[in-house]
């Protein structure tokens, strides 16, 4: 039987008439057509195609749909063991807010923070028609990934003492870090999704991590009924639930593509390390408040849990949308096509404007009956129902942000985030909100999203000036030299 290539057709021979096995400078996916991208035949990657508001809306309208489902399905784990966790105890929902969101800082911001190097990476390269970089950028993500897990997990082995250092209520702590050790896993599959998922997207398969995360949230859903309660569990149940989940989905998504072995290279760590700064710059900045609020009471911090956990749902919105503009104007600016990508540009800002304003008037019309899906406690409820207006008038600049950061990624420019996100945060936002949460003003939780809020608005003002005002033939010229290097 001849050998194949990706695209199923049997391989060329070589000059001595024999045929030539595959080797890693073939494509690792079939083309979305019977050819690679081809910038004279290519629609998506047209002048005309993208002259009109209309086709654009389209364009982004068929990457975003699948996105928004995959990432909504994706947080749905963490929504399944908040929720789990509020109906065993007030105290077992405090405690998953202080590891779910460790958990977040100190792991998963991370490797999602390093994917979204595959964002400006994979979307430039497949934009530019070279598919063998495709494939090289997700390998080195790959082993970039597996270097980082040993520093994370050991702290996440450690967690039950470190945590003690920094949360008012040891109990909570200890329960928050056998959590972590548990959740611990799944972290390997959790990465490695990640990488594997963004490689698909950015050559505009956005299909395939959507059927995965249907059949996962359902297993997902099952385990952690089953260990949780049926077994006993408690907590621990629902960690472990979604730490085989976690193992699962790469596993599927593996069953769909193969990657070849690669090697290290430094655009890769320079925007992987951006794209984690970024990240860890706005999760920490609420693991700060997070513990803040233990100050107050039990009741707030589990308060504070819910209302984290709906605005990260709700954020899951701007974000799917984010990495669909940062595909797109990443394919364009590896085509080329500045004036393009800048009009573009003032489209999506409309865009997530309407999104932000939808976020908050939804979230607004069921303030009082989200809380009670995650506690049944009155208190619980009753003090997130009173703050949340501060969360809603947060859900419109947050997602002006997420705009900002997708751009910057599909130029090649995220590392400008993380310049801005760190003083913003911790020299103004986290000690405003510290401040009017526990301070002279005792607005508690509201306090707490106010100071965030104003600090994600001003970092949305800064990049936005800052893309109106760079060269963006400049992002042409790096993609170009990377692409060739």
């Not at 990934?145 to 200890?174: D, H, N």
Request: hydrophobic share 50%.
């Amino acid at each position: 039987m001849p050998l194949q290539t990706a695209n199923g057709k049997p391989s060329a021979p070589d000059r001595n008439g024999r045929q030539r096995r595959p080797s890693e400078t073939d494509a690792l996916l079939p083309p979305r057509s019977s050819s690679p991208p081809d910038h004279d035949h290519d629609d998506a990657l047209t002048e005309t195609e993208a002259e009109t508001s209309s086709s654009e809306l389209w364009i982004l309208l068929q990457y975003s749909l699948p996105l928004i489902g995959t990432y909504l399905l994706q947080y749905s784990q963490t929504v399944i063991t908040t929720a789990v966790a509020g109906h065993l105890s007030a105290a077992d929902l405090a405690a998953t807010s202080i590891g779910l969101t460790t958990l977040n800082i100190v792991g998963l911001a991370t490797f999602e923070g390093m994917a979204t190097a595959l964002d400006t990476l994979c979307a430039q390269a497949y934009g530019s028609g070279n598919l063998k970089g495709v494939g090289l950028h997700i390998q080195r993500m790959l082993l970039l990934m597996l270097a980082a897990l040993v520093p994370i997990g050991a702290f996440w082995l450690a967690s039950p003492w470190i945590l003690t250092l920094f949360v008012k209520q040891p109990e909570l702590a200890a329960k928050a870090g056998v959590f972590l050790q548990v959740s611990l896993i799944g972290l390997p599959g959790y990465a490695s999704f990640e990488a594997l998922k963004r490689f698909l997207q950015a050559q505009g398969d956005c299909n395939a991590a959507l059927v995965v995360l249907v059949v996962c949230t359902g297993v997902n859903a099952l385990l952690s009924w089953l260990f949780a309660f049926q077994l006993g569990l408690g907590l621990e149940g629902a960690a472990l639930g979604q730490a085989l989940t976690n193992d699962l989905r790469p596993v599927l998504l593996l069953a769909y593509i193969a990657s070849p072995w690669g090697r290290c290279g430094g655009p890769m760590v320079r925007l992987s390390v951006a794209g984690s700064v970024v990240n860890l710059g706005e999760w920490f900045a609420f693991e700060i408040m997070t513990f803040s609020t233990s100050y107050i009471s039990t009741a707030h911090l589990a308060a504070q849990t819910i209302l984290s956990t709906v605005s990260v749902i709700t954020w899951h919105i701007p974000f799917s949308v984010s990495v669909a503009i940062s595909t797109r104007v990443g394919h364009l600016i590896g085509a080329g096509q500045v004036a393009a990508a800048r009009r573009a540009a003032v489209l999506y800002a409309a865009v997530f404007l309407a999104i932000g304003v939808f976020d908050g008037a939804l979230m607004f019309a069921l303030r009082n009956r989200l809380p009670r899906f995650f506690s049944g406690d009155a208190e619980v409820c009753a003090i997130a129902a009173r703050s949340i207006l501060a969360v809603v008038a947060f859900q419109v600049v947050d997602s002006a942000a997420c705009g900002c950061n997708g751009m910057l990624r599909g130029l090649g420019r995220q590392g400008v985030a993380g310049w801005v996100v760190f003083p913003v945060n911790y020299v103004a936002a986290v000690p405003l909100a510290v401040w009017l949460s526990l301070g002279a003003p005792g607005l508690e939780l509201v306090g707490v999203w106010l100071g965030l809020g104003l600090g994600v608005a001003a970092i949305a003002v800064i990049e936005l000036v800052y893309m109106r005002m760079i060269r963006w033939q400049s992002c042409v010229e790096s993609a170009k030299s990377r692409e060739e290097s």
